[in-house]
């Protein structure tokens, strides 16, 4: 993972020597850019290995960028942690839903962004399975990272994706927020993340498999599981 390019686009200067500061003494190698079009280029040049994306840039917004990545074939799959000032749930959900693997929010521990990256970056180097989780009329592709209703695909943002594999492979047993935000998002127990952040996903996921959403059971004040029967 040592000498990838991390490309941070970000028009706070002094937000980008900290974190390429901290990157670099990681062993990572960085790129930067200051506004949205120079960032939104040399994303698209494929050159680096993650992306670390602010929300609010100069002349194109963040939101746009990853919108344009994630419709691109070359960068569809390249990963993206949007750095923000906003923290409001509706913009988590912007950001989340467009394709960002992940959002940290203005101020922010460079300890905590360093272990984030590694998790994305070593889950979008994970080799998938070979296999497909079928309940009812959900079927979860690994290998090609899809989901269907009755055969037919689902848009489904990779967290969703992450979240609901790891619910319906779990054997009926009830995971908690930490748990999960362990196995999907990387994040251990030294690390504050809102748990909130489950919730939110859970709730997104719920709408997209419509009358199968039933399957998805809150344990309460303990965390969730799948009801595969």
């Not at 040592?2 to 990681?26: G, M, S, T, Y």
């Not at 913009?91 to 300890?111: M, N, Q």
């Amino acid at each position: 993972m040592a000498d990838e390019k991390i490309l941070i686009i970000e028009d706070d200067k002094n937000i980008v020597e900290l974190v390429k500061f901290n990157l670099e003494r990681e062993g990572f190698r960085v790129l930067t850019a200051s506004t949205g079009p120079a960032g939104l280029e040399m994303a698209l040049k494929g050159k680096a290995a993650a992306v670390l994306l602010d929300l609010m840039l100069p002349e194109l917004s963040g939101l746009d960028i990853c919108k344009t990545l994630r419709q691109n074939a070359k960068t569809q799959s390249l990963p993206i942690i949007m750095l923000t000032a906003k923290g409001t749930e509706a913009d988590k959900v912007v950001g989340l839903e467009l394709g960002a693997d992940d959002y940290i929010t203005k101020p922010f521990s460079p300890r905590e962004l360093v272990a984030r990256l590694k998790a994305v970056l070593r889950r979008s180097q994970e080799k998938p399975a070979e296999e497909i989780f079928k309940s009812g009329t959900i079927e979860v592709d690994v290998a090609r990272h899809e989901l269907r209703l009755k055969g037919k695909p689902v848009e489904i943002t990779a967290k969703e994706f992450e979240l609901l594999r790891v619910l319906m492979s779990s054997g009926g047993r009830v995971l908690t927020r930490g748990v999960l935000l362990e196995k999907i998002w990387g994040c251990d127990d030294s690390i504050n993340m809102e748990t909130r952040t489950v919730d939110m996903h859970i709730g997104h996921l719920r709408k997209k498999l419509r009358e199968e959403s039933n399957r998805i059971i809150t344990v309460k004040s303990v965390g969730y599981r799948f009801d595969g029967e």
